[in-house]
C-alpha cells in the first residue's frame, strides 16, 4: 500500500469518527441550549398569567399566538410545576406533533385550576437539524480539500524521494556513481547519505575482491611455470616407464587444466575491470571464417559436418573480445557435438548464430551462463568459457540468446 | 652464442637453462634487478630473457636502458602478468617477443630462436642443418637442392622441431605453438598425428633420414645424429 493512501485511510478514517462524535454533541448542545430557551419563554407565559390573575382575579381567555397552546382545568389538588415532552394535536398544522409542555396550579379564588402551556418542538429539531448538516457539509469540503492538498502538497515534497530511488534502481555496481537529487529535507538528506556511504563501501569491498582475483591468478602462474617446466625436463630423459609415461601425461594434463582454469578467471577479472575496451569496426563473417579455419580440422577429425552461412556483418568493439567471444562460442559448440553431428553458423547484419547437434538434453537455460556451470562433473572442461561469453556480451551490448530446437543447441546473438 | 636468463624464480630459471643449456647456447643467469643491470652492462648476448617482476626493480627498467646504450641484444619478456598493458609496454620499448607464464620450454626455445635468427639476419636468411635448408624469408625448404613442398602448418612445426632439436616436444605444446590457445576444445591431441606423419614422408620421400621420433604417450623428438 502506497504511504499516500495508508495515510488517507487513516486520515479520513479519524476523520469520520470525529465528525460523528462532534455533530452528536453538537446536535445535544444545540438541542438542550433549545429547549432551555424554551422552557424560559413557557415560564415568562405562566408570570404573565400569574400577573392577569393577581390583577384581574380570574384567567385570562385563551388565545393561541403563534403555535402557543394553552388549556385550563379545575381541579382538586395543585399540581407541581413540571415541564415535559408530550405528543399533542397541533391544530393550526391539523396533525400530531412533539410539544414543549409545562404543567403547573394556578390559585385563582379558592379555585385550583391545572394550568397547560404548550410550544411544538418543531423548530428546534429543525435548527439541529440545519446545524448537523452544515458540519456535514463542512466536513466534507475539508475532506476533500485535505485530499487536494495532499495529493498536490505530498507528491511535491516526495520528489526527492522518488527520485533517490530511481537513480539507485539504475545504478550498477562498478559504474558511474549514482546522481542524488538536491534537497533541504532532513530525512531524505539522511537517507541520501546512508546510500552514499553503503554504495562507497560495497563498491569498495567489490574492488578488493575483484584485485584479490586477479592477484591470486597472478600468483598461480608462477608455480605453474615451474611445475610445467620440470615435467618439461623430466620427458627429456630416457626409458621412462610406461607407468612414468602415464602419470606424465596426468600431470602434463591437469597442469593445463589449471592454466586453462586461471586464465579464464583472469580474463573475468579484466572483462569486469574494463581492460578492454578500444572498440574498432569487426568484420564478424571474415573474423568467422579466420577462427573456422583453425577449428575445420578438430571438426572433420570428429567427423562433424559444418555448414556456414556467412553474409556481412559487422560490430563496433573491441577485436581481442571478439576474437575471444567467437573462440569460446565455437570450441563450445565443437566440444559438445557429438561425432557424426552438424555444426551451423549463421551471420547477417547485427546477428549471429551457432546451433551443433546436441549430445543429450537442452541445457539449463536459468544457470548456463554461471561460472563452473558443467552438465557434467566428470568433464576436464572448467565451465567458465560460457561465463567469459556472457560477460563480453554484456559489455560490447550485444544480447545473447540460448534454445533448444530439434535437439539442436542454439546461441543467437543480437546487436 | 650467450643467453641471459633474468628471474628471480631460482627453479624456473634453473629449469630454463637446463633446457637450453647444449651445443648451441649457453646461459647465464641473474636472479635480481642489480646484478641484472650490471650483466647487461658488462657483457653481450644473443639474447636476454626478461622476467618483468624483480626484486629491487622493474624488468621494464632494464630494457630502457639497454635500448639507451643502443645494445642490440634481442629480449624476450616472461611475465606472469599477461595483461594487454603490460605487453604493449613492453614490446614499445622495444622487447622482441613476449611469453606469458607459464609456458613450455619448447616454446621458449622457439622464440627465443627466432628472435636471434631474425637479429642476424643479414646475409643469412637460412637455416641449414643436416641435409636441410630452409629458407625463412621464402618460407621453402630444400634437401640437397631438391624441393621439398611443405604446408603452411608443416613449415612452421618442421621450423619449431628445429628449434627444439634433440629434444622431447610434448603434442600438447606443439598444439599450442601451431594453433595458438583458443583451441582447447581437443580432448586429444591426436589429430597432429597427420601432420607429423605428411612431414615425415615428405621428408622421407626427398632421401633424408627419419628424423622425426614419435616418444610413446608424450610426444616427438626431432634428433640429428652425426
Redesign the interface.
Known amino acids: 500500500m502506497k504511504l499516500f493512501a495508508k495515510y488517507n485511510r487513516i486520515n479520513l478514517t479519524a476523520m469520520a469518527v470525529l465528525f460523528v462524535l462532534s455533530a452528536f454533541t453538537y446536535y445535544s448542545i444545540i438541542n438542550w441550549v433549545l429547549i432551555h430557551e424554551l422552557d424560559e419563554s413557557l415560564d415568562q407565559y405562566r408570570i404573565k398569567i400569574a400577573e392577569f390573575v393577581s390583577k384581574k382575579h380570574e384567567l385570562p381567555t385563551i388565545e393561541s399566538v403563534d403555535d402557543l397552546q394553552v388549556q385550563y382545568k379545575a381541579v382538586t389538588v395543585p399540581t407541581n410545576k413540571n415541564y415535559e415532552l408530550v405528543v399533542l394535536y397541533n391544530t393550526s398544522e391539523q396533525k400530531n406533533e412533539k410539544f414543549r409542555r409545562l404543567l403547573y396550579s394556578q390559585q385563582v379564588g379558592g379555585q385550583y385550576y391545572e394550568v397547560s402551556i404548550a410550544k411544538p418542538l418543531e423548530g428546534v429539531h429543525l435548527m439541529a437539524k440545519l446545524i448537523a448538516g452544515t458540519t456535514l457539509i463542512l466536513f466534507l469540503v475539508t475532506i476533500v480539500i485535505s485530499l487536494l492538498v495532499n495529493h498536490l502538497l505530498l507528491r511535491r515534497l516526495w520528489t526527492p524521494f522518488f527520485r533517490i530511488i530511481d537513480s539507485i534502481r539504475k545504478y550498477k555496481l562498478d559504474s558511474r556513481e549514482p546522481v542524488y537529487p538536491d534537497t533541504d529535507i532532513d530525512e531524505f538528506i539522511m537517507m541520501r547519505n546512508a546510500l552514499k556511504e553503503m554504495i562507497a563501501n560495497t563498491e569498495r569491498d567489490y574492488r578488493t575482491l575483484k584485485e584479490f582475483t586477479e592477484n591470486a591468478s597472478?600468483?598461480l602462474?608462477?608455480p605453474?611455470?615451474?611445475?610445467?617446466?620440470?615435467l618439461?625436463?623430466v620427458?627429456?630423459e630416457e626409458g621412462?616407464s610406461?607407468k612414468q609415461?602415464?602419470a606424465?601425461?596426468s600431470a602434463?594434463a591437469n597442469?593445463?587444466r589449471l592454466?586453462?582454469m586461471n586464465?579464464s578467471l583472469?580474463l573475468l577479472a579484466?572483462i569486469e575491470n574494463r581492460?578492454?575496451s578500444t572498440n574498432e569496426s569487426i568484420d564478424v563473417a571474415k573474423k568467422v571464417n579466420e577462427?573456422l579455419d583453425?577449428?575445420k580440422?578438430?571438426w572433420q577429425?570428429k567427423n562433424i559436418k559444418l555448414t556456414a552461412n556467412l553474409d556481412d556483418s559487422s560490430i563496433v568493439a573491441n577485436s581481442?573480445m571478439i576474437?575471444l567471444l567467437l573462440?569460446n562460442l565455437?570450441?563450445?559448440a565443437?566440444?559438445h557435438t557429438p561425432a557424426g553431428g552438424t555444426i551451423d553458423i549463421g551471420s547477417g547484419p547485427g546477428e549471429l548464430q551457432i546451433r551443433n547437434t546436441a549430445q543429450d538434453k537442452a541445457l539449463d537455460k536459468l544457470r548456463l551462463f554461471t561460472r563452473f556451470y558443467k552438465e557434467k562433473t566428470s568433464n576436464?572442461y572448467n565451465g567458465l568459457g560460457l561465463s567469459i561469453v556472457k560477460h563480453i556480451c554484456d559489455q560490447a551490448g550485444i544480447t545473447i540468446e540460448y534454445n533448444f530446437e530439434r535437439n539442436e543447441h542454439i546461441f543467437s546473438l543480437r546487436w | 652464442m650467450k643467453l641471459l636468463v633474468i628471474e628471480d624464480e631460482r627453479a624456473l630459471s634453473e629449469s630454463i637453462c637446463a633446457y637450453l643449456n647444449g651445443e648451441q647456447f649457453t646461459c647465464e643467469v641473474a636472479y635480481d634487478y642489480l646484478s641484472a643491470s650490471e650483466k647487461v652492462h658488462m657483457n653481450e648476448y644473443a639474447c636476454i630473457i626478461l622476467d618483468i617482476t624483480l626484486p629491487g626493480g622493474n624488468g621494464l627498467q632494464i630494457l630502457r636502458k639497454l635500448k639507451e646504450q643502443r645494445k642490440d641484444e634481442g629480449v624476450l619478456i616472461i611475465s606472469a602478468r599477461n595483461s594487454l598493458d603490460d605487453k604493449l609496454t613492453g614490446l614499445t620499448i622495444g622487447a622482441d617477443d613476449y611469453l606469458t607464464k607459464p609456458f613450455h620450454l619448447a616454446e621458449l626455445a622457439a622464440r627465443v630462436n627466432a628472435i636471434i635468427r631474425r637479429k642476424s639476419f643479414e646475409g643469412n636468411n637460412q637455416i641449414v642443418i643436416d641435409h636441410l635448408t630452409l629458407d625463412l624469408i621464402n618460407r621453402t625448404l630444400k634437401s640437397e637442392d631438391q624441393a621439398i613442398f611443405l604446408t603452411r602448418k608443416e613449415y612452421d612445426l618442421l621450423l619449431y622441431f628445429i628449434s627444439n632439436k634433440n629434444r622431447v616436444v610434448t603434442k600438447e605444446a606443439i598444439v599450442e605453438h601451431l594453433w595458438g590457445d583458443d583451441i582447447d576444445s581437443a580432448d586429444s591431441y591426436d589429430f597432429i598425428y597427420t601432420h607429423i606423419k605428411n612431414l615425415r614422408k615428405k621428408l622421407m620421400q626427398a632421401g633424408c633420414p627419419d628424423y622425426i621420433q614419435a616418444i610413446y604417450g608424450i610426444g616427438y623428438k626431432f634428433s640429428i645424429n652425426h
Open positions: 597472478h600468483e602462474q608462477t605453474l611455470a615451474i611445475i610445467r617446466s620440470k618439461d625436463l620427458i627429456q621412462l610406461e609415461v602415464s606424465l601425461q602434463y597442469i593445463k592454466t586453462t586464465q583472469l579484466k581492460q578492454y577462427k583453425d577449428f580440422e578438430f577429425d581481442d576474437d573462440a565455437l570450441s563450445n565443437g566440444r576436464t
